[in-house]
């Protein structure tokens, strides 16, 4: 069984970064893919982004395009998402990910979750 445990949650003004932080608590050749998803007050459960852990490959949702990227460091079992211009209304819960591919992941089959980290910003 894998455990997360994410980490860089806070509050940050409108246009601040804040780069989260996903330690998984194993190495395992099953574990494909890592990534993020995101609950809004009122809305349900969103993807926002997801790397392969093998090839890298990305996947953004389109409010994550062109402000946040995801990274992972393989040897430490650990995946990133650094964000930046952050905006009012990515004030979520975010909750790292595990799944089988990125589009597995985009299409919501996600294996484990994590507890989350909120993101607050203020305008």
């Known amino acids: 069984q894998v455990q997360l445990v994410e980490s860089g949650g806070g509050l940050v003004q409108a246009g601040g970064s804040l780069r989260l932080s996903c330690a998984a608590s194993?190495?395992?050749?099953?574990?494909?893919?890592m990534g993020w998803f995101r609950q809004r007050l009122g809305h349900d459960r969103e993807f926002v982004a997801a790397i392969n852990r093998v090839d890298g490959i990305t996947r953004y949702a389109d409010p994550a395009k062109g402000r946040f990227t995801i990274s992972r460091d393989n040897a430490k079992n650990t995946v990133f998402l650094q964000m930046n211009s952050l905006k009012p209304e990515d004030t979520a819960a975010y909750y790292c990910?595990?799944?089988?591919?990125?589009?597995?992941?985009?299409?919501?089959?996600?294996?484990?979750w994590g507890q989350g980290t909120q993101v607050t910003v203020s305008s």
């Open positions: 990910v595990v799944g089988s591919s990125t589009s597995t992941l985009l299409n919501s089959e996600v294996t484990y």
């Open positions: 194993e190495r395992t050749y099953r574990t494909y893919a």
